[in-house]
């Protein structure tokens, strides 16, 4: 089986694994950081996202010889002890319901954040709405991430 050295969160990862394994499948089975989500595992509803050298990805469809070589970044290493701004936004909203999609939510909502300091309501609406969630908490959700923009 080939090795793979990886980047998670900042520590050097080596692992052994088919090429086309998922990185979602790395993350939860061979590095036990469960926090990513397995949903639908077509890139169609955003629970398992990642950063990817600080971009939202879809690990359940990242297979891993792709990751090799940058930093890829869970819900495990967004903040060590939930201070990051959109962590604290969640938990001033008290966004999640039953919460299976809000590591996949926090995940996009942070990589856009970086990139996007002053959103508009229409943006952050455009970004989020790839990320499906069950009950449907999208006020909750859309407020929160206009509260971690400032
Ligand atoms: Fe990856 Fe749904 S589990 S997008």
Known sequence: MPKYNLNVNGKPRSIEASADTPLLWILRDHLDMVGTKFGC?????GACTVHIDGNAARSCSL??????GKEITTIEGLSEDGSHPVQMAWKEVDVPQCGYCQAGQIMT???????????????????????????AAYNRIQKAVEIAAG
């Open 41 to 45: 595992g077509i890139a169609q509803c």
């Open 109 to 135: 909502a942070s990589a856009f954040l970086a990139q996007n300091k002053n959103p508009s309501e229409a943006e952050i609406k455009n970004v989020m709405h790839g990320n499906i969630c069950r009950c």
């Open 63 to 68: 297979p891993v010889a792709s990751a090799e």
